[in-house]
């Protein structure tokens, strides 16, 4: 996306659909790979050409790997080829085919597993498909399709293919380019070694310095088979999951191993799935769906309609409850030869399955520590994230060291807010030196005081090794005292709030904002997902998605809080073990999805009224509003019958938009409905977490 928020992407054109690594085989449940799962990739791509129709895209790209057979075995990749066509003949839509290594060889490196291209597999693709490089323009868009298998080659075709590419650029400079690909240019940074996945030079600079000269917009590659994100210069570069398999040798970018049934990372199946692409008259924005490795006709598919639509944080204007990321984010690791497709070098990689699950998820505040900011790669990815709509607080604790203040000075403009901890003692210290910045600095601050051992000997609380910070419901007569003898309004903007686990989010948040509006500042209110003690886990999902999701719709009502979640990612060692809303593979757990849903559902509903909760027989019900509509937020806690929904104020509901907000499932029902027809079908029995929608 280029440097636009939602308020400049302007008016939406098209949505197109952007497929990968499809690995098609020559007959359906057979292949000849040893590997059991690539027999399922046919049967996975038949689910996808149905979800494809039922989005109605303009058109859709497929970034190469059609088929699994290589050109070298010409029979098998005659057959596999049939399928491929067969099956996509299906689509609605029309499609565009960017060549792979399995479609027309491998790059040229002396370890081909794939064989490496030549004339006779460029003339293979030609006879199937047609031309292995070309464009094509909607919307006044330019899409390139590049054959990266030809580049570093020295073969005629690809001498064709630089000087076409060129002269179409320059023939059409000015204009919004997005090229499509197969093998990436580069997987972390620019300088990587050559590997098996990505471009070799003097290629891949050849390739960069043409988008940065054209400042082309977006690139989408695949072969990966994994997810990442990186942006050069103007040019957001998306590297795409696979339909069909996980390249199992990126599952060491995780520090848990496989699941048993996942066949040693090669068929996890939340990894799978495809890209749809929003495209804007000023910019561009990626939502990721994942297909889970569902087979065609396996399962009923939904319409575009009755399904919640993805909403990326740079399509929100406000989304005030965030994330606190206490696990690493951007870090760089490599990984090991795997005797696979690399035996010679560790590959550099980065994670980034967070940041795809924070954009799934529409989450645009993330708390960092400041450590984040003084660092300079993680500082770029800071920059390179704001772009999307990321909104970033950094967090630190007493004085600022020199070092400190200076980073914190020079590079403000990429945070949000700066959240400072100080001890009792130190706080005529603190505000001094919060009053030397007040020239400077612009960002604004909230204070968080630190919990002692002292604090807990006078709660008569048992005492816990711990620490703690953050005030609490019951402290307003101590910030009183605060502000008035020290005349914090002229220095800070509010204060850190915490709320334990024992003390429900839906009030919490509520308690906290009218407390700030009464001490006229703003609070940053942390949710705590953990128990008090640090020896007790939380590993109920069901209890952390109502308490996340209560606070996400009390915090969208309460103009002068925000929110962070304590947990991102599932915290399965150590102090306070509990789940987060992604597991450490960073999969979605109920709470994601649900923060998905959510999210998607309040997007443009307005400013929100809180009525009330209610506590029924086995369910808790929020109730809110906007302008125009009435929300119930259902939170069953066991299995119940809606028709047996008994919401005091709202009893003659008779036509409801139930949204599920585990599967994001839309339906109109009707209670009258219901009753009738609970006698013949239990499908009716419900235990999701749901939103209920009344116009």
């Known amino acids: 996306m280029q440097n636009n928020t939602k308020n400049d992407l302007g008016k939406k054109l098209f949505s197109m659909v952007v497929v990968a690594d499809t690995h098609l085989s020559e007959q359906d449940m057979e292949s000849n790979s040893p590997f059991a799962v690539n027999r399922l990739a046919n049967g996975r791509m038949k689910h996808v050409v149905q979800d494809i129709n039922a989005l109605k895209p303009d058109f859709v790209i497929n970034l190469g790997d059609l088929i699994h057979p290589v050109p070298g075995v010409p029979?098998?990749?005659?057959?596999?080829?049939?399928?491929?066509?067969?099956?996509?003949?299906?689509?609605?839509?029309?499609?565009?085919?960017?060549?792979?290594?399995?479609?027309?060889?491998?790059?040229?490196?002396?370890?081909?597993?794939?064989?490496?291209?030549?004339d006779e597999y460029l003339g293979m693709w030609e006879r199937y498909f047609g031309d292995h490089y070309y464009a094509f323009t909607h919307h006044q868009v330019h899409f390139i399709v590049v054959n990266a298998s030809l580049i570093n080659t020295g073969l005629a075709a690809e001498a064709k293919q630089r000087e076409w590419l060129q002269d179409y650029l320059a023939e059409n400079a000015g204009s919004r380019f997005m090229i499509n690909i197969h093998y990436p240019p580069?997987?972390?940074?620019?300088?990587?070694?050559?590997?098996?996945?990505?471009?070799?030079?003097?290629?891949?600079?050849?390739?960069?310095?043409?988008?940065?000269?054209?400042?082309?917009?977006?690139?989408?590659?695949?072969?990966?088979?994994?997810?990442w994100y990186n942006r050069h210069h103007q040019t957001d570069c998306y590297l795409l999951p696979s339909t069909a398999f996980v390249r199992q040798d990126y599952s060491e970018m995780y520090r848990v191993p496989p699941n048993a049934d996942e066949e040693h990372g090669r068929n996890e199946n939340a990894k799978l799935g495809y890209?749809?692409?929003?495209?804007?008259?000023?910019?561009?924005?990626?939502?990721?769906?994942?297909?889970?490795?569902?087979?065609?006709?396996?399962?009923?598919?939904?319409?575009?309609?009755?399904?919640t639509q993805s909403v990326h944080p740079a399509q929100l204007t406000s989304a005030p409850l965030g994330f606190d990321l206490r696990q690493t984010w951007s870090e760089v690791l490599e990984i090991p030869p795997s005797g696979g497709l690399d035996e010679f070098i560790r590959k550099p990689v980065r994670n980034d399955y967070p940041l795809m699950a924070i954009w799934e998820m529409g989450v645009k505040k993330l708390r960092v520590p400041l450590q984040d900011l003084q660092d300079n790669y993680v500082r770029s990815r800071l920059e390179t994230l704001q772009k999307h709509g990321q909104e970033f607080t950094v967090f630190s604790f007493g004085l600022l060291k020199d070092q400190e203040k200076e980073c914190l000075l020079a590079h403000q403009s990429l945070i949000e807010s700066w959240e400072l901890a100080y001890a009792d003692q130190d706080i005529v210290s603190t505000?001094?030196?919060?009053?030397?910045?007040?020239?400077?600095?612009?960002?604004?601050?909230?204070?968080s005081r630190l919990h002692t051992h002292s604090d807990t000997k006078q709660s008569g609380d048992r005492y816990f090794h711990v620490i703690n910070h953050g005030f609490t419901l019951k402290d307003e007569?101590?910030?009183?005292?605060?502000?008035?003898?020290?005349?914090?309004?002229?220095?800070?903007?509010?204060?850190v709030m915490r709320i334990s686990l024992a003390q429900d989010a839906w009030l919490g948040v509520q308690e906290a904002d009218a407390m700030a509006k009464r001490?006229?500042?703003?609070?940053?209110?942390?949710?705590?997902?953990?128990?008090?003690?640090?020896?007790?886990?939380?590993?109920?999902?069901?209890?952390?998605?109502g308490r996340i999701g209560k606070a996400l719709i009390s915090a969208s009502a309460c103009a002068d809080t925000r929110v962070f979640v304590d947990t991102f990612a599932d915290n399965?060692?150590?102090?306070?073990?509990?789940?987060?809303?992604?597991?450490?593979?960073?999969?979605?757990?109920?709470?994601?999805?649900?923060?998905?849903?959510?999210?998607?559902?309040?997007?443009?509903?307005?400013?929100?009224?809180?009525?009330?909760?209610q506590q029924l027989a086995n369910a808790q019900v929020n109730l809110f509003a906007s302008a125009t509509k009435y929300f119930a937020l259902l939170l069953p806690e066991q299995a119940m019958y809606l028709n047996k929904l008994n919401i005091e104020g709202l009893q003659a509901l008779t036509d409801v938009q139930l949204v599920d907000l585990k599967t994001g499932a839309i339906s109109d029902i009707g209670f009258s409905q219901l009753e009738e027809q609970l006698n013949l079908d239990d499908k009716y029995l419900y235990d999701n977490p749901a939103l209920l929608v009344l116009s």
């Open 477 to 495: 007569q101590r910030l009183q005292s605060l502000m008035s003898e020290y005349d914090l309004p002229s220095l800070i903007e509010g204060f």
């Open 275 to 307: 890209m749809s692409v929003d495209i804007y008259e000023r910019g561009h924005v990626c939502h990721s769906i994942r297909t889970h490795g569902q087979l065609g006709g396996k399962t009923a598919l939904l319409d575009k309609e009755a399904r």
């Open 186 to 227: 580069f997987l972390t940074h620019t300088q990587e070694p050559e590997h098996y996945d990505n471009i070799a030079e003097p290629g891949r600079s050849w390739l960069l310095e043409l988008m940065e000269s054209y400042q082309v917009e977006a690139l989408f590659a695949g072969h990966v088979h994994n997810f």
């Open 572 to 613: 399965d060692r150590g102090y306070f073990v509990k789940n987060g809303a992604v597991d450490r593979r960073y999969n979605p757990r109920l709470a994601g999805l649900v923060i998905k849903h959510l999210y998607s559902q309040l997007r443009n509903s307005g400013e929100l009224r809180l009525i009330d909760q």
């Open 519 to 545: 001490l006229g500042v703003a609070m940053s209110l942390h949710l705590r997902l953990g128990e008090e003690n640090p020896a007790i886990k939380n590993c109920d999902d069901r209890l952390i998605a």
């Open 431 to 447: 505000l001094e030196q919060l009053q030397s910045l007040s020239g400077s600095l612009q960002v604004p601050t909230y204070l």
């Open 75 to 118: 029979n098998a990749y005659a057959d596999a080829v049939e399928r491929f066509l067969e099956q996509t003949a299906e689509l609605n839509c029309p499609q565009y085919l960017v060549p792979g290594n399995h479609d027309v060889g491998d790059k040229p490196i002396d370890w081909a597993p794939a064989g490496v291209v030549c």
